[in-house]
């Protein structure tokens, strides 16, 4: 099957944080990014809470994530997706991939295929079993995905060099990243992804899904992702603080600096709806385009 590429004027963007804790400044950044984008465009700004993987989810972070956008302004237009609820959606999409032969079980273990070095890419060892459990993997064609990303430029990949047949659901029956994100941005009628350069790897995988599965393809922008001092990735595996929701205006003037955007003297310490309605005004998505894969920061 074929997927349509999204080529209309309508905007519909999102964030999709998982709920492994409260968000950091990097996590504000991408959504304050993405809200920006949304907001430019004229388009709409969903929230997803992409909570499939429950045992690194973080009790009460839900919570924490919805209040933290709520304190900064960033408020979205429809009610909040919660990709737990997605169960059924994600199951049509399971049968579809088997019923065409474009998914198998896997009995591989990861630590074994990891102790081969056949973990990337996988070599396809149970690619011709029959088995009727076990690891669910997509069967990846040799051929090259190719797109534009508006901010890094022309991609491309052969998903059979790496990841190669990649797994969709796990032998513990929890659905990966991959095969969710495609199921729900459809279902929401996402238009525009903006997100991390970290993700960009990922695109290749979700563009083969959505063919094989005949949703649209999104539009992709892919943003330089914020850097501590030790030159990792903020994040929560990194020990990146939570962000103060006291210090709300502080936040986003900090992010919006990121971005290479000063706001103006008499506007510090502004409430934050009033600079985000600055911020509307004043983004260019042009200066993402400049930036590094990644900005360093004093933490």
Not at 172 to 181: E, I
Not at 187 to 196: A, H, I, L, S, W
Not at 226 to 243: E, R, V, Y
């Amino acid at each position: 099957m074929t997927g349509t590429i999204v080529t209309a004027s309508r905007y519909v963007g999102r964030f999709a944080p998982s709920p492994t804790g409260p968000l950091h400044l990097g996590s504000l950044f991408a959504a304050l990014v993405s809200y920006l984008d949304a907001r430019h465009a004229r388009g709409q700004w969903l929230l997803r809470i992409e909570d499939i993987d429950p045992p690194r989810e973080v009790e009460g972070a839900t919570d924490a994530i919805i209040a933290t956008l709520e304190k900064h302004g960033l408020l979205w237009d429809e009610p909040i997706v919660y990709q737990s609820r997605s169960t059924a959606r994600i199951l049509d999409a399971v049968a579809h991939l088997q019923s065409n032969g474009a998914a198998y079980f896997c009995e591989c273990a990861r630590r074994q295929l990891r102790a081969r070095n056949q973990l990337d890419p996988y070599p396809g060892i149970c690619r011709d079993k029959t088995l009727g459990e076990g690891a669910l993997r997509a069967r990846i064609a040799n051929e090259v995905i190719q797109f534009t990303d508006r901010w890094q430029r022309i991609q491309a990949a052969n998903l059979k060099t790496s990841p190669g047949d990649f797994v969709i659901r796990r032998r513990d029956g929890l659905f990966a990243y991959q095969l969710a994100v495609c199921v729900d941005d459809a279902y929401q009628g996402v238009t525009d992804v903006v997100r991390g350069v970290d993700l960009l790897s990922s695109t290749p995988r979700q563009i083969y899904l959505q063919r094989l599965l005949n949703l649209p393809t999104p539009r992709y922008a892919h943003f330089p992702v914020l850097n501590g001092s030790d030159g990792q990735k903020l994040s929560k595996q990194t020990g990146a603080p939570p962000i103060d929701d006291t210090r709300a205006s502080q936040n986003l003037e900090h992010c919006l600096s990121l971005m290479g955007m000063s706001l103006p003297a008499e506007m510090s310490g502004a409430d934050p709806a009033e600079i985000l309605q600055w911020a509307c005004l004043a983004y260019d998505p042009k200066r993402l385009s400049q930036k590094p894969i990644a900005i360093s920061i004093d933490e």
